[in-house]
């Protein structure tokens, strides 16, 4: 789905940004831009209460950033839709229990600031997501969920068709996950991928660029981009 939010081998290594062309940041939303897993674990705990379901928060956690749907496929669990709508009217109930991660949003807008076009990629459905990235005021340009066309991560689909929503070629974007699933998107989507460390999951082989906080991703930008003044 597109949707504009108001203001706010080896794998391939970042490109430096050039003088020439828009270039893109992608990034995850869950364990990238706010720690929802108190959202999360809340919304699993009604799960098991409405449903009967016995399996603990753990296993429906290391399958993050799959589509609710393949989640609860690959956990056997039965009536699948029952268990998406109270999963999600939880979630919603308890949204205000999740907190973005420190240093986030200002470093999102230094990227503003230095011409790059923001965009998420997420395995949210849009009516959860979208309020949560409404909080962060930030200025996305286009967000991905699995209510759009094409197949979920880990499918490339939602990261080129991002890309397509902001006229940007692969090789002059950023993917910032912190899912095996986010990071297989992006090879196959043949986008520089950024593994957010702070997050829930751990990399994969071949090992990618990993940064341990929001602040880090500067890193991305060359300093002449930086703006002056900023505290970030």
């Not at 799959?66 to 308890?94: H, K, N």
């Not at 095996?180 to 991928?193: I, L, M, N």
């Amino acid at each position: 789905m597109i949707m504009t939010v108001p203001a706010c081998g080896s794998p391939p290594a970042p490109a430096a940004p050039s003088d020439h062309g828009s270039r893109a940041l992608l990034l995850d939303l869950d364990g990238v831009l706010l720690d929802t897993r108190p959202v999360m674990r809340r919304a699993w705990q009604r799960v098991q209460e409405v449903h009967g379901v016995a399996l603990p928060f753990r296993d429906y956690e290391r399958h993050l950033g799959r589509e609710f749907g393949d989640i609860m496929e690959r956990l056997g669990v039965t009536d699948a839709e029952a268990v998406r709508r109270t999963y999600e009217a939880e979630s919603v109930a308890t949204a205000h229990l999740a907190e973005e991660f420190a240093g986030i949003v200002e470093t999102l807008h230094a990227f503003v600031a230095a011409d790059w076009r923001l965009g998420v990629v997420t395995s949210k459905h849009v009516d959860r997501a979208a309020p949560l990235l409404a909080r962060l005021g930030c200025p996305f340009a286009t967000i991905r969920t699995p209510a759009g066309a094409g197949r979920t991560k880990p499918a490339p689909d939602p990261l080129l068709l991002a890309l397509v929503d902001l006229g940007v070629d692969p090789a002059s974007a950023v993917y910032v996950g912190d899912m095996a699933v986010d990071q297989e998107s992006a090879a196959r989507a043949g986008v520089p991928y950024v593994h957010a460390g702070w997050g829930y999951g751990q990399p994969t082989a071949p090992a990618p660029k990993t940064v341990s906080s929001p602040r880090e991703l500067l890193s991305l930008l060359p300093a002449k981009q930086l703006v002056e003044g900023s505290t970030v």
